[in-house]
Nanobody, 131 residues
């Protein structure tokens, strides 16, 4: 059974870069056809897919967030990391990492999803953006 756990700072100042790490157990992040995703729930919005990294290290991003987002994998630690640049208070919310056995294809500019779209989920980590 794949298990995921998010970690990172709970508080970031506006304009700073957020860095969150997802630690995976029960499977390697290099497992063929596995995709590793970051998803968030910000105020007043549904679950929003932010981006992913696949088993071969290829990344995909939501068009709405692509200019501010990077996802980096570290196979030696079995982790993948989200970096979100130039955060604003509108980025505050709960951030999740999740696994899927095939690529998620964002159908539009912003990508709202349901929990059933992905397999295993982390518990989520709360982010506050404040000076």
């Amino acid at each position: 059974q794949v298990q995921l756990q998010e970690s990172g700072p709970g508080l970031v100042k506006p304009s700073q870069t957020l860095s969150l790490t997802c630690t995976v157990s029960g499977a390697s992040i290099t497992t063929n056809n596995y995709n590793w995703n970051w998803i968030r729930r910000i105020k007043g919005k549904a679950l929003e897919w932010m981006g992913s990294i696949d088993w071969a290290g290829k990344t995909h991003y939501s068009p709405a967030l692509e200019s501010r987002t990077s996802i980096i994998g570290d196979a030696s630690k079995n982790q993948f990391t989200l970096q979100l640049r130039s955060v604003t208070p509108e980025d505050a919310g709960v951030y999740f990492c999740a696994q899927r056995e095939e690529d998620y294809s964002c159908p539009g500019y912003r990508c709202f999803v349901t929990r059933s779209t992905f397999g295993s989920w982390g518990q989520g980590t709360q982010l506050t953006v404040s000076s």
